[in-house]
């Protein structure tokens, strides 16, 4: 049975854009993939904690050495790093906030970077595990990003994209809502645009 995890990192609940974007994705997604289940890691809801000096230690330390709040601290990200291993389809979403991605998914990122579970590293360099998975990043944004000036600074994208492909994660698809704070006309245009390609994606699936 194919799986689909669905990370979403906008604190706006249903006036998200990159949510609601996220959620069509993975309804059609699931729809096409008869009997695929959809795993929900809402992050606004249940926000996952700083990595703090617990996990630091905690990731050099063998299971037994731990004490209970760094063993604590690892149960934390081994839930996140099993669902993402689990998972043949990733859905990650967020607003563009302060020219990056939200503070939560930064800390989704955080807990399941795990050296010797997401990645290793070899003779040769860093080894992503989390192979063989397709991901879609839906992003929501009041400028533009894509394209023209404001490319200089994405740094939502092109983050996300290498933290993926240092994970063994590199075919990832793009559905950007973008040039919303540009007035009504302009939001509902990128919003429909959205739309209709996330319905793209999900036949070309
Ligand atoms: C604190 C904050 C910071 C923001 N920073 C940016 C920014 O740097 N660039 C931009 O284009 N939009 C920025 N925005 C606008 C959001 O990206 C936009 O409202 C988007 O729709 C949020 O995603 P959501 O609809 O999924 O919540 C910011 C919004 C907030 C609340």
């Given at each position: 049975m194919s799986s689909i995890l669905l990370v979403?990192?906008?604190?706006?609940?249903?006036?998200?854009?990159?949510?609601?974007?996220?959620r069509q994705l993975a309804d059609d997604l699931s729809a096409?993939?008869?009997?695929?289940?959809?795993?929900?890691?809402?992050?606004a809801r249940d926000p996952l904690p700083h990595i703090g000096a617990d996990f630091s230690?905690?990731?050099?330390?063998?299971?037994?050495?731990?004490?209970?709040?760094q063993a604590e601290a690892i149960a934390v990200s081994d839930g996140a790093v099993d669902e993402l291993l689990a998972a043949d389809t990733i859905i990650i979403s967020t607003g563009f906030i302060n020219f990056g991605i939200s503070s939560i998914v930064k800390?989704?990122?955080?807990?399941?970077?795990?050296?010797?579970?997401t990645f290793r590293y070899s003779e040769n360099g860093p080894v992503g595990l989390a192979t063989g998975k397709k991901a879609y990043l839906v992003i929501a944004s009041g400028g533009?990003?894509?394209?023209?000036?404001?490319?200089?600074?994405?740094?939502?994208?092109p983050y996300l994209r290498s933290v993926l492909a240092f994970l063994g994660i590199s075919d990832v698809?793009?559905?950007?809502?973008?040039?919303?704070?540009?007035?009504?006309?302009?939001?509902?245009?990128?919003?429909?645009?959205?739309?209709?390609?996330?319905?793209e994606l999900a036949r070309a699936a």
């Open positions: 979403t990192g906008s604190t706006r609940g249903d006036d998200s854009l990159s949510n609601k974007i996220a096409k993939a008869a009997g695929s289940a959809v795993v929900e890691r809402d992050l230690s905690a990731i050099r330390l063998q299971p037994e050495d731990r004490t209970p709040a800390s989704w990122v955080d807990h399941v970077a795990r050296s010797g579970r533009i990003y894509s394209s023209g000036p404001g490319t200089t600074l994405d740094f939502a994208e698809e793009t559905i950007r809502i973008e040039g919303v704070a540009y007035g009504p006309e302009a939001a509902e245009k990128a919003i429909s645009a959205a739309e209709e390609k996330a319905r």
